[in-house]
Every structure is written in structure tokens, then in C-alpha cells.
């Protein structure tokens, strides 16, 4: 360990005299030399030094400032001071130098003892910072080896040993020092066999730190190697203090809760304050010993306690005596190491060996099952004749064991009763080859281990000696459990008389029952084999005999010998009966039986055989009436059977019809408990509550769930309507529920909307011609006759405006109704052909050119005056919004498949003013009339194109519109081709 030096010296020549100092003798040394007091401060504040030297003079105010930061450092260096003169007084003291370069010199080689305090103090600091439960295994010999070397860090010598508590004898168990010198002391110690110091025997300073009362420090130590080793000669004496270069010794007792166990020895010449420093450090030392001692307890006991658990366990799984036994000598020695062993127990008497551990040929190869007699106040005599258990740490005459036969080599020896509860029934004793091996808590350890061996040794017995009553007892009960799964009466009888003649082996087993007030026999049976007996008549009830007696007083009777008793009948298949068992197969005070057992001999039936018959009886008696029981139970399963399949029909039937009800209904159905929860929801509520209005439907129909009575709400969610009506579930004349039902008023709301509109237009395109007509006749009223005829003009257009505008009204409302029309074959050309030849003149007249380009002949399924009227409409809507100069063609375009059908694509194509794209998607709304119309000033009634969708529709079609402002529209009409199963 490098002694740390800080040197503050502000004269130059000082610091070059340390410098020059500590290169001639500087081993083992780390100085820091500085000039100022503030780097002297800071070095202070920032590294720890083992001493602080002060180079003098220096001014009072620095030398107060680094005296004060010295005193604020929790662990101070050790301070010493330099000058170039003594100080006054006395002259120079242990903390006062000559600064010249051979008076420093001299300071550093004897500075080890000038520091050995603190030095001591530090490396007591690190013991006191081991962490004491890192150590496994020899954990004392870790630390104090590891003590050792602190102090050895530091340059002390020293050597640890402990004291054995038996004998006192001592172990090396650590060294600074070489081998050979150990060797050395080995050999002195071998030389007398071994080192036990007797405290009688040495001076009084010895014997107070042999007896752990003091320590003792002497600057003579031939004297005290002398004591220890009293057989050594002076030159061997003298040897051995010459290796240990020994000029003092400190010796220091290791205590235990104030008893020795070990010496430290300090090879040192030491000043009071190291003296002190040395005895705090053996004082921490042995405190660390002693918590290092409790933790192997603690260690040690937890552990015992897991083996025992083991062999709780382990004894409790086996009734095998020698297993036993063995168990507990395998788990002992895991936690109580034993180099022999043997186990005695009292059998009848005596003393018998019934297990043996570690027993060589060689001393005389003891024996399983021989016998022991241990004369009565020996160690062995004591254990297993008055229950003592005994220990003998060192065994100084085998003969005090009291068993001849025990391993001559054993040093050390216990022995411990078994016991159950207070009685003696053996002993167990162990041995071991090294003296003082034993200690008290191994005692403790194998009297537990003891106990729970004679617990589990007694339980064996006790279960060896009942295992025939319990095999009995067992088949009983099967007899008993395998009767009570017999339904058929005479079956059981037999079944029970031939299993009780197996287990019991009696002479005779009989079941008879009643029936009429009479005992009639269902199972006799006899011999090993079971051979029915014949001829049993059967009893009258009525009459006097044993069998009588047990019905009238339901008891069993037991005829020990029946050659006594001149009541008793004998059976001619059954002359060797000697005693008899009448038991009555009796429940709940009804009596339905008897059973009758039989053996050879006068006296085999006992109690015993009655305790178990009894309860085989009572088994009997539930199994028959189980069996009487089953027959009726049967009867009235079969009709409960037809009856429930019948009523389980009927209500799957009604569930049936419900659920197809709930599944018909158009409106969406469910059904709430009282708690809220959804409880049935036919598929129509499944379908809503899947999509997206779901939560949103959940929410509006919350308020309504737990109505009292009929409420009915409407509520729009997203872009539909709804009507929830709900009504409370009634059963009981309580309220259980409430059933909502949710109707899709979407479409109604719809068609009231489109009522009103059409409503509102008809009103407008009605009222416009009226109102012409109205004023018209009231200018007519009033003209003059040449304004007449121009008014009746006016009034006949108006009127046949009217005319046509009802009758379009009218047709409109005749297709929309209609589900289905008359079709037929029709050749799709000649309509068009008709269409053209009908508009022709009228177009002509208009300047527009008309015309059909022509294509291959295609028929179609469908009505030929409604496809005149369809393509009618579209070409006389083209002719209207074409001028002068403009064409109008009509040609079947192509054909094309859609969902499996062929359809042909008929075009309606002019180059008039074309239509806007926002009139587009309600071109074919009725009464709808577009931009170019109204910009134009064009009459018409707006239904032309409805009627031409309707047509379309009921023929399977569509028709489809594609036009740009100011250059023309096309109208596409897709009608399907007659196919050729058709045709």
C-alpha cells in the first residue's frame, strides 16, 4: 500500500530539499509537493492523503488558512512539521523535524511508524466495508485471511489462529509470512502432535489473552514463543524468532460473545496510539467473525429445515421399513456429515441393528439384524434405555460408546433416541474420524431428524399391521360400489354372495328377500368356488326362528355355535357350519332382507366381520332399492319422455312461427331487458344495426327503452327517415322489456315530397292554358266579330293544349301503373321506318332532314304501339329543338350483353341546340323543362321523355342521353333481343 504524502513548503530551497529527499528514499511513498497555500487547500479538498507535511516558516495568515481547511477534512491526514531550527522548549517532538536533507531522510524511512495509527484506523475502515454474506463456503478463513492482508498492505506481519472450543487446540489460519516459515511451525507443532497452549500453565499476560480477558504486547518475544512451544529447544526457539524477525508481538484475542476463538498475532514494534489502533481493528474483526458465524446459522438452519421437509415428504411416501431408514440416513448426510452410522431398533424386547453406514471388514463388519445389549451407563445404554441423547465432541476410550463393534477410528461420537410419543423404539447413532467434529446444533439436528424417523417407523407398523383389514375393506367397497350399478335384483344377490365368499372366504353366503311376507332366497352360495346351494325353502316371517328375529328387532345375530343352539336348522347342503351371521338389509327403518354368512368353525365370526358386513349391508340395501326404484322410475320416464318430446314439438313449432313472423316483417324489430341490453333483433334490426346508422339509431331509440307505455317518435339519421314505435313487454303483470320497432319512412317521406310537387306542377301547367282560356273568352265576350274568329283560334289551341297535356298525364300515370304489357315479335326496323314516314312531312316542312339509316333486321320482344309512341316522343323532342338546315337519324348501333342478356342499342341523333350538362340528370323527371326550352320559348308539357323511361323500363330497357350545348344530343334506347329459345 503507497503511503500518500502532501508537502507545503512556499520557501524554494525547502521544496528542493523534499525533492531531493524523496528520490534518495521514496519507496513506497506518493508525495505531491506545492508552493501555494491555495493549491495546497485544494489538493487537500480533493484527494486523500495518509499525512501532511508543513514546511516552516510561513506567515501566520496562510498557515491559519490551511490549519483551518486541515480541520474541515473528515479523515485528517496525519500532520508533521518542518524547520530549519527546534523549536523552543524541550526540543524536538514526535511531530517536529530538522528540514535538511538527512533529517528528512530519516523522517521518511521511520515514517510507516509515525503513520501506523491512521494507516491502522484506514484499513479498519475497509474491513468494517466487507460485505460479509458475498463469502461461500469457509467463510471465517476468507475474512481472516483477507484481515491479513490488510494489515500486511500496510507493512505489519501478522498471523491469525483459532482457537478449537473443545480442546482448545490451535489452527493456522493466516499469514503474512512465507511458506517455509510455516513449514517451520508445522514441524514444531508435529513434533509434540499438536498446539494446544494450556493457560495454567503459561504467565499471567498469556493466560489473560489465552482466556480472551486482555491483550498483551511484549518486546520480548523469545519469552512468549517459549511458552507456546514449551517442548522446543532454545536453538529452535531462537531459529524461528530470527526467521519471524520478531523484535515485538502484539497478541489480540478474537472473542464470541466474550469467549475466545482466535488469536491475532502482530509482529511489530508499536506505539500506544497503534496498540490502540490494532485493538479497534481486532475488535471489528471479530464482530465481522461473529456476523459471519450468525449467517452461517442461519444459512445452516434453513437448510436443515429444507431436508426435513424432504424427509417428511420422502417418509410419508413409503411404508417400507429398510426404505425408510435409508431415506434418513441419505438426507442426514447432507446436512450433518458422518463417516459411520447405524440405526437400532427394539423389536420384542431387544436390541436389533437394522441399518449400518460406514462400517469397514476391517472392524469386525457389523451385521443387519444382529443384536446390541450396550451395558446400561454407557454413551449407547444411555440413548436407547433412558431416552437421553448424548455427545461426545472427543472420544478419548471407545469403550465409553459402549458398543464394542463401533469403528475404532471415531473421534468423535453421538447418539439420539427414537422415540414415539414417550416409548423407546430404537436409537441412531453417528460417528466421525475428526475430534471435536460434533457440535451441539447437530445434536438438535438429528433428534429432529429422529422424531419424524419415529413417527414414520410407527406409522409403518400400525399400516402393516391394518393392511389386511384395509385390503378387506377395499374389496368391500368394491363389491359395495359395483352392486350399486346393478339394476336387475337377482343379478345383485348373486353378484354380492359370490364376492363376499371371495373376500372373507366363508363357508356359506346367502341374500334372501322379502316378498308376501315371506323371506325368499335370490342367491345362496357356498365353497370357495361359489356352488349354489339348493333346496333353501322360504321363510315364513311369521314364525318363530333366528332369522325372524333379526327382521322383527333389525339387528344383526351372531350364533357363535350353533351345535348349542337347538332353534338353529341345519341345511343338509351345509353340515359343517359352526357359527352363523344373520345381518338385516334394512333402510330407513324398511327391512328388505337378510343376509346370512357362514363358517366352518365355532367361533371365527367376531366383530370385526360385523363392523364391515354392516356397512357391505347397508351398501345392499341402497343398491335394491336403487333397483326397485329404477323399474318405476323407468315407467314414469318413458311416459315424462313422451310427454316432454311432445310439448318440446309444440313450443319449437311456436318458436318456429315466431321467428318466421319476425323474419317476415318488413320493419326492423328489437327487443330490450330492463337493463338495456339487446336481448333478439329479427334480420331486418341485424341489417340496420351492421351499418353505419347503427350507433346513431342506438342513441334516438335510447330515450325510448323502459316506456311505461305505447310511444311513438320519428327521427332522421344521415339521409333517412325513421318512425320507432315502442310498447313495454308485459309478463306477469310486470314490465320485462320493451320492444322497438323501427320502420324505413324514407320512401314515404319521399313520395309525399313528390306528390306535393306534381301536385304543385300539374296546378301551374293546368292553370297557364286556363288562364288563356279564361281570358280569352272574356276578350271574346267583349270583341268585335272581326276579333273573333283569332280569338276562337287562340281558345281551340289552349283547349287542345289542355287536351294533350291530361291525356299525356293520364298515359303516364296508365304505364307507371302497369306491371306488365302484352308484347310480341317485333321487327324493330319497320318501327323505325313508321316513326320516319309519320314525322317526315312535319320535319320537311321545318327544313330538317329526316331519316333512318338502315342495318340488319332485328326482332325484339315488345309492344309495337308503345315503341311507336317512345321513339314518336324522341323524335318529335329532336325535331323541336332543331332548326332550320339540322338532321335528325335514326340507326340500331350495335347490340351488347348485360346480366346474361343480349341487348341491341337503337340511336336517336340530331345537331340541334343540345342540352346543358345540369339539365341532364332531370331531363327525365316529369314536368321537368330545360334551360335551352325556356331560353328558346318552346310549349310543352315536360312528360314526353318521362313517358319514353317508362316505356323503356317495362319493356326490361333503359334509355340513356349523351349532349354539348350547340351541338346536338343523342338519346341511345337498349332493348333487349328476342333470343333463340325464344324464338
Known amino acids: 500500500m503507497k503511503v500518500r504524502l502532501l508537502v507545503y513548503d512556499p520557501d524554494p530551497e525547502g521544496r528542493r530539499l523534499f525533492r531531493k529527499a524523496l528520490q534518495e528514499s521514496c519507496e513506497g511513498c506518493v508525495a505531491v509537493i506545492r508552493a501555494s497555500a491555495d493549491s495546497c487547500v485544494q489538493a487537500l479538498h480533493e484527494h486523500p492523503f495518509d499525512s501532511l507535511i508543513l514546511g516552516l516558516p510561513i506567515d501566520i495568515p496562510t498557515l491559519l488558512q ?97 482457537i478449537d472450543s473443545v480442546d482448545g487446540h490451535w489452527v493456522l489460519h493466516g499469514s503474512s ?89 502482530v509482529a511489530a514494534t508499536l506505539s500506544l496510539q497503534a496498540q490502540n489502533a490494532l485493538q479497534i481493528f481486532a475488535n471489528g474483526l471479530s464482530t465481522l467473525l461473529m456476523r459471519v458465524e450468525s449467517l452461517d446459522r442461519l444459512r445452516r438452519d434453513a437448510h436443515v429445515m429444507r431436508v426435513l421437509q424432504q424427509v417428511v415428504y420422502a417418509l410419508s411416501s413409503t411404508l417400507d421399513f429398510e426404505t425408510i431408514q435409508d431415506q434418513v440416513l441419505d438426507l442426514l448426510k447432507t446436512v450433518v456429515p458422518f463417516d459411520s452410522a447405524c440405526v437400532i431398533l427394539r423389536e420384542e424386547g431387544e436390541m436389533i441393528v437394522r441399518q449400518v453406514r460406514g462400517f469397514l471388514p476391517a472392524d469386525g463388519t457389523l451385521q443387519v439384524g444382529e443384536q446390541v445389549i450396550p451395558p446400561d451407563r454407557s454413551a449407547l445404554g444411555q440413548v436407547v434405555y433412558d431416552a437421553r441423547p448424548i455427545l461426545l465432541r472427543a472420544v478419548e476410550d471407545p469403550l465409553r460408546i459402549g458398543f464394542e463393534r463401533f469403528p475404532a477410528d471415531v473421534r468423535s461420537w453421538l447418539g439420539v433416541p427414537i422415540l414415539w410419543r414417550s416409548e423407546i423404539i430404537g436409537g441412531m447413532a453417528l460417528g466421525s474420524r475428526v475430534q471435536g467434529f460434533f457440535q451441539e446444533y447437530h445434536l438438535r439436528i438429528v433428534l429432529g431428524f429422529a422424531r419424524q424417523l419415529g413417527v414414520a417407523l410407527q406409522n409403518a407398523r400400525l399400516l402393516r399391521s391394518s393392511s389386511a383389514r384395509a385390503e378387506k375393506m377395499r374389496l368391500m367397497y368394491e363389491i359395495g360400489r359395483s352392486a350399486i350399478a346393478i339394476l336387475d335384483i337377482k343379478q345383485l344377490a348373486h353378484e354380492v354372495a359370490a364376492g363376499t365368499l371371495r373376500v372373507f372366504n366363508y363357508y356359506a353366503v346367502g341374500i334372501l328377500l322379502s316378498e308376501g311376507g315371506k323371506l325368499v332366497p335370490c342367491a345362496y352360495l357356498r365353497g370357495s368356488e361359489g356352488v349354489p346351494v339348493s333346496q333353501v325353502e322360504p321363510l315364513d316371517l311369521n314364525e318363530a326362528g333366528f332369522v325372524q328375529e333379526a327382521v322383527t328387532n333389525d339387528k344383526p345375530l351372531l350364533i357363535s355355535d350353533v351345535s348349542k343352539e337347538p332353534r338353529f336348522q341345519h341345511h343338509t347342503e351345509l353340515p359343517n357350519t359352526g357359527c352363523e351371521m344373520i345381518l338385516p338389509l334394512s333402510i330407513a327403518g324398511e327391512v328388505l332382507g337378510v343376509m346370512i354368512v357362514d363358517k366352518e368353525e365355532v367361533g371365527q365370526l367376531g366383530e370385526e366381520d360385523l363392523e364391515m358386513l354392516q356397512v357391505l349391508t347397508s351398501l345392499i340395501a341402497i343398491s335394491l332399492i336403487n333397483a326397485r326404484l329404477f323399474g318405476e322410475i323407468h315407467d314414469h320416464a318413458a311416459v315424462l319422455e313422451e310427454r316432454v318430446a311432445s310439448r318440446t314439438a309444440e313450443l319449437q313449432s311456436q318458436k318456429e312461427q315466431t321467428e318466421a313472423i319476425l323474419s317476415s316483417v318488413a320493419d326492423a324489430v328489437l327487443v330490450f331487458d330492463l337493463d338495456g341490453a339487446l336481448v333478439l333483433a329479427n334480420p331486418q334490426a341485424q341489417l340496420l344495426m351492421a351499418g353505419e346508422w347503427s350507433e346513431g339509431v342506438l342513441t334516438q331509440i335510447s330515450r325510448l327503452q323502459g316506456a311505461e307505455s305505447r310511444v311513438q317518435e320519428s327521427f332522421d339519421i344521415g339521409g333517412a327517415s325513421f318512425q320507432a314505435l315502442a310498447s313495454p313487454v ?44 279564361k281570358v280569352y273568352l272574356s276578350l271574346l265576350q267583349r270583341s268585335k266579330r272581326d276579333n273573333q274568329e283569332r280569338y276562337l283560334g287562340v281558345l281551340n289551341q289552349e283547349t287542345d293544349r289542355l287536351t294533350s297535356m291530361i291525356k299525356e298525364l293520364l298515359d303516364l300515370a296508365r304505364l307507371e301503373s302497369q306491371k306488365e304489357i302484352e308484347i310480341e315479335n317485333v321487327e324493330i326496323t319497320a318501327i323505325l321506318d313508321q316513326v320516319v314516314e309519320r314525322h317526315h312531312p312535319t320535319c320537311e316542312e321545318k327544313g330538317i332532314h329526316i331519316a333512318h339509316e338502315p342495318g340488319r333486321e332485328l326482332t325484339v320482344l315488345g309492344n309495337p304501339h308503345q315503341l311507336i309512341r317512345l321513339f314518336t316522343n324522341l323524335v318529335a323532342n329532336a325535331a323541336t329543338y332543331t332548326g332550320a338546315g339540322g338532321t335528325i337519324s335514326l340507326r340500331i348501333s350495335g347490340e351488347d350483353e348485360k346480366d346474361g342478356s343480349v341487348y341491341t342499342c337503337i340511336e336517336v341523333r340530331d345537331n340541334g341546340v343540345g342540352i346543358s350538362e345540369e339539365d341532364l340528370p332531370f331531363l327525365f323527371d316529369r314536368f321537368y323543362r330545360g334551360t335551352m326550352a325556356q331560353e328558346h320559348k318552346i310549349h310543352g308539357s315536360g312528360l314526353g321523355l318521362a313517358i319514353v323511361r317508362e316505356i323503356a323500363m317495362l319493356h326490361g330497357g333503359l334509355v340513356e342521353v349523351e349532349s354539348e350545348v350547340g351541338l346536338g344530343s343523342v338519346f341511345t334506347v337498349w332493348l333487349p333481343l328476342l333470343n333463340k329459345e325464344q324464338g
Not at 737 to 762: C, M, P, Y
Open 177 to 265: 509470512y512465507s511458506k517455509d516459515i510455516h513449514q517451520e511451525i508445522d514441524g514444531l507443532v508435529d513434533k509434540f502432535g499438536r498446539l494446544a497452549p494450556d493457560p495454567a500453565r503459561v504467565e499471567q499476560s498469556l493466560r489473560e489473552v489465552l482466556l480472551g480477558q486482555s491483550s498483551y504486547y511484549s518486546d520480548r518475544p523469545v519469552e512468549i514463543i517459549r511458552s507456546i512451544f514449551p517442548w522446543a529447544t532454545a536453538a529452535e526457539i531462537d531459529g524461528l524468532v530470527n526467521k519471524l524477525r520478531l523484535n515485538a508481538l502484539f497478541m489480540l484475542p478474537i472473542l464470541d460473545e466474550e469467549r475466545p476463538r482466535g488469536i491475532l498475532m
Open 66 to 162: 490551511v490549519l483551518l481547511a486541515y480541520q474541515e477534512i473528515p479523515k485528517r491526514p496525519e500532520l508533521f512539521l518542518f524547520a530549519e531550527q527546534p523549536p523552543e522548549g524541550d526540543g524536538l517532538s514526535s511531530r517536529h523535524f530538522i528540514k535538511t536533507t538527512s533529517g528528512i531522510v530519516q523522517f521518511l524511512e521511520n515514517l510507516a511508524g509515525y503513520l501506523r495509527p491512521g494507516l491502522i484506523s484506514r484499513v479498519t475502515d475497509e474491513l468494517e466495508r466487507v460485505i460479509f454474506d458475498q463469502y461461500k463456503g469457509d467463510a471465517r478463513r476468507t475474512i481472516t485471511e483477507h484481515a491479513i492482508e490488510l494489515l500486511s498492505g500496510i507493512g505489519l506481519n501478522s498471523m491469525y489462529i483459532s
Open 730 to 773: 308485459k309478463l306477469d303483470g310486470g314490465s320485462i322489456g320493451t320492444v322497438i320497432v323501427l320502420r324505413d319512412i324514407t320512401r314515404l317521406q319521399e313520395l309525399d315530397r313528390l306528390k306535393s310537387k306534381f301536385v304543385a306542377t300539374v296546378s301551374h301547367e293546368l292553370r297557364t292554358p286556363l288562364a288563356n282560356i
